[in-house]
Each structure stands twice: as structure tokens, then as C-alpha cells.
């Protein structure tokens, strides 16, 4: 009869070793329940705060927050009401263009309302020394290919932008002003008389607001286990 050990020679281990990766199995296994349980109460705190940064988060919508136009409620229907008569009209009064730019990010288009505002406080420049930096800044945000809040206009009027940036003069972004001018007065400006918030500033409406409550945050992680929190209202 062969030699067991040549037949299966991983069977070959000391006593000594046997006992060392025994006390180490035991450990781990000692070890494993008591890390599912901190992961899992760290998920769980993990969780936790993503409900309560979204709840805080819709609360402030609800609350009349930047973003929301129900904060322009103190606007007076007779007010809104000439809104609507030009676009040009809109944008002279203050609250007017602050209604219109929240609006613009709903629609995650504010970049043309910030542009034509930036446009604006350029051409108020008082000497040629401020022009350059202001130049520079206006063309690097909005203008520039890649630019962080680019806007959209066509390759000729960009062209003739760019190549005035060296040696801005005070009429340097008029064209493309005006190109973003008429974007947003031919398909903006119709959208936002059309959407709930203006509608509800012409009848004189106040926006009804939901009483909500805010959690206390001193409860713990314990509270909560075994409640699966309702996504469908988000």
C-alpha cells in the first residue's frame, strides 16, 4: 500500500501548524460578523444622511428658497402683468429679471441670462484699463470652447468675438450678446409666460406652501433599522 502522504501530499503539516491555522480560521471568522456589522451600520448612517440632505433639500423648494419663484409673490399681478408685455420690459425691473433667471435654471439654461447680465456690467465700464480683465473673464466663462458656462452662438460670431479679445473695445461682445438676447426672448421668454409660477403672479395667487416638519437630529442609526425609506415621492 502507498504512502498516504505521497498521494496527497498537501496532508503533510505539522501538528504545530495545524493548531496556528486553526486559532487564525477561528479568528477570522470571530472577525467577519463583527465587520458586517460596523459596514452595515455605516451604510445604514450612509443612507440615513442621503434622506436627510434630500429632504432638506425638497423642503427648501417647498419653502421658497433661490430657485423657486414663489419667493416673488410680493410682486403685484398689475407688475407681472407688464412683464408680459415685452421682453425688454422683464428684464428693466429687477424683480423681473430675478423671476426670469430663476426660471432660467429650472431649465438648467441659466448661463444666457449670467452672460447677458455680465455683458451689461461690461459695457458700464468706465476706462479702457478695466475692459481687458473683464474681457478676458466674460470670453474664459461664457465664450471659449470648453467654457464652463458656455453659450451657444454661431461660428462667425464667435470668430469675430474672439479675435477682439486681445484688444477689447466697449462694443466687443455686442453681437453676441444680442445672438443670446434673441435666444432667449424667441424661446425662453414664451416658456416663462407660460409656466405655473408667472401665471400664478399674474392672478395675484400665493403659492400654497406645506406645512413640514423637521426632524429632530437626535435620534440614532437605531431608530431607523428595518425602515425602507419611500423613493417614489422623489
Not at 117 to 128: L, M, P, R, W
Not at 144 to 152: L, M, S, T
Not at 155 to 182: C, G, H, L, M, W
Amino acid at each position: 500500500m502507498e504512502n498516504p502522504l505521497l498521494l496527497f501530499p498537501q496532508l503533510n503539516i505539522s501538528a504545530s501548524k495545524d493548531k496556528s491555522y486553526y486559532k487564525v480560521m477561528k479568528s477570522t471568522i470571530k472577525e467577519e460578523p463583527h465587520k458586517a456589522s460596523k459596514s452595515g451600520a455605516k451604510q445604514k448612517r450612509n443612507r440615513l444622511s442621503l434622506l436627510l440632505q434630500k429632504s432638506e433639500f425638497h423642503e427648501g423648494d417647498h419653502l421658497g428658497k433661490p430657485g423657486n419663484l414663489a419667493k416673488a409673490a410680493s410682486v403685484s399681478p398689475e407688475q407681472a402683468v407688464k412683464w408680459g408685455e415685452s421682453f425688454d420690459k422683464l428684464l428693466s425691473e429687477k424683480a423681473g429679471l430675478d423671476a426670469f433667471t430663476k426660471f432660467l435654471k429650472t431649465e438648467f439654461s441659466e448661463e444666457n441670462i449670467e452672460f447677458w447680465i455680465a455683458c451689461e456690467d461690461y459695457k458700464k465700464s468706465k476706462t479702457a484699463h478695466e475692459l481687458l480683465p473683464k474681457a478676458k473673464t466674460i470670453y474664459e466663462t461664457f465664450i471659449q470652447k470648453d467654457a464652463p458656462k458656455e453659450v451657444n452662438l454661431d461660428f462667425q460670431t464667435k470668430e469675430v468675438t474672439s479675435q477682439s479679445i486681445e484688444q477689447p473695445i466697449i462694443t466687443t461682445f455686442d453681437a453676441a450678446q444680442n445672438t443670446v438676447y434673441r435666444l432667449m426672448e424667441q424661446d425662453s421668454y414664451p416658456r416663462f409666460l407660460r409656466s405655473d409660477p408667472y401665471l400664478n403672479l399674474v392672478k395675484g395667487r400665493n403659492p400654497s406652501r406645506p406645512t413640514l416638519r423637521r426632524r429632530s437630529r437626535s435620534f440614532t442609526v437605531n431608530d431607523f433599522q428595518g425602515v425602507r425609506p419611500d423613493f417614489t415621492v422623489w
